[in-house]
């Protein structure tokens, strides 16, 4: 970093084109989002070598990309959305102003132009708007010294030659075959011979979470996309995966988090929008919470009787939330894994259920044991906050795995069930037992 600045500084542009040159790609976006000016990333990219210009452009941030492109002329902005791959240009198109894109696609070659607008024609976060449509494909009746001479030509603007898809007249997917397979046949084998038939394809309107689930599943580095005619339209690979996935995890912690979801970086989120993501659920919650104080109002003659039970009221709601957020938490991860599922029901009730009696015991002779000797409360106080905090635990963790399983029954999020919803509700639930149990055994109320 230091060597770019002090090249750019001292303008010896010469040789920081030939100290770029040398670089991976993105390892110098890297550099250019930590420059301290704007003008700085416009030169650096400017200076850098023609081929190396739009690989570079394709890893920098949005804001980055926005700023290059709307710096250069209509000529230089189009020749980036020509020699960007086609998933990539469309991604950064999909965030930029409905003008600039018109300009940009006005002026980009048709080929370019085709690409991009087929891709943008499908939902958003589909397998058709992050697939890729440069591939190599063969037909059945080539050679292998016919196909590996098509992939010779047509290579270089494919997003992986390492899979090659064999396609009949009207484009239907038939099989793969692998470059290896290529290399080790004999020129004169036919392709439809030695291609695999039996293909894992994935649908274009398939949602990009069960796109990187199926990934995981079969541990593939590219996946065709097929439309409803089973059509080869493009493939995704597993570079967009990757991103798939962080972007699917960021969006289920921001939920269990009671956030709305963001899809920029928090340095790059202003201070109004971090609010407005947090404030509705914020609201929803301390509404609900309101609750948990009518509870304890209806509730006051019996604590007037018997103060020493308000001072456990925050142990007990704060162990039921914990205990409710670890069921929740564990559960969320293995509906998003696709590990369970909602006919799995009772018997990951029957799991909580004996985990929360264990739990609960546990807890609770720990509990009694530090009522007795160190806050030297009455026996019978101590049966009433140690049976509320196992009833809690109980209770905790079969809301907790439970939850999370209807909210995905009926097409929700499961994450937006986590543990601050389901810490609301335990509160109350938790409340509700204590005073039922200490007005009955307390004889108070």
Known sequence: MDEILELLETKQYTNLRQHLAEMNHADIAAIMEELPKEEMLLKVFR?????????????????????IITSLSDREAA???????????TDFLEEMPANVVKKLLANAN?????????????????AGSIMTVEYVDLKENLTVAEAIERIRNVGLDSETINICYVL?????????????????????????????????SLNTLMDQEEVAHQFQKYDFIAMPVVDNESRLVGIITVDDVVDIMEEEATEDIEKMAAIVPSDKPYMKTGVWETFKK??????????SA????KIISSFEDALSACVILTAYIPMLMDTGGNAGGQASVTIIRGLSLNEIEFKDMFRIIWKE??????????????????????????????????????????IAK???????MFAKKIGLDPAVMASPFITTIVDALSLMIYFQIATRVLGIG
Not at 50 to 63: N, P
Not at 79 to 88: E, G, R, S, T
Request: charged share 20%; net charge negative.
């Open 47 to 67: 200076i850098l070598p023609k081929d190396m210009a739009a690989d570079v452009f394709s890893y920098l941030e949005v804001e980055s990309q926005q700023f």
């Open 168 to 200: 009949d007249s009207r484009r239907t997917l038939l099989g793969t075959v692998a470059l290896r397979y290529l290399l080790l046949s004999q020129p004169e084998a036919r392709i439809g011979d030695i291609m695999h038939e039996n293909v894992i």
């Open 290 to 293: 309101t609750f948990t104080g």
């Open 353 to 394: 259920v004996r985990v929360a009696v264990i739990c609960g015991i546990t807890l609770g002779l720990a509990n009694f044991a530090k009522l007795i000797l160190m806050d030297h409360v009455s026996m019978t106080v101590a049966i009433v906050i140690c049976t509320t905090l196992i009833a809690t635990i109980f």
């Open 398 to 404: 079969v809301v907790g795995c439970t939850l999370p």
């Open 110 to 126: 048709p080929d370019t132009r085709r690409d991009i607008n087929h891709l943008l024609r499908y939902p958003e976060d589909s």
């Open 278 to 287: 947090r404030i509705p659920w914020l609201l929803l919650l301390m509404i």
């Open 79 to 89: 020749n980036i959305i020509d020699n960007l791959m086609a998933d990539d240009a």
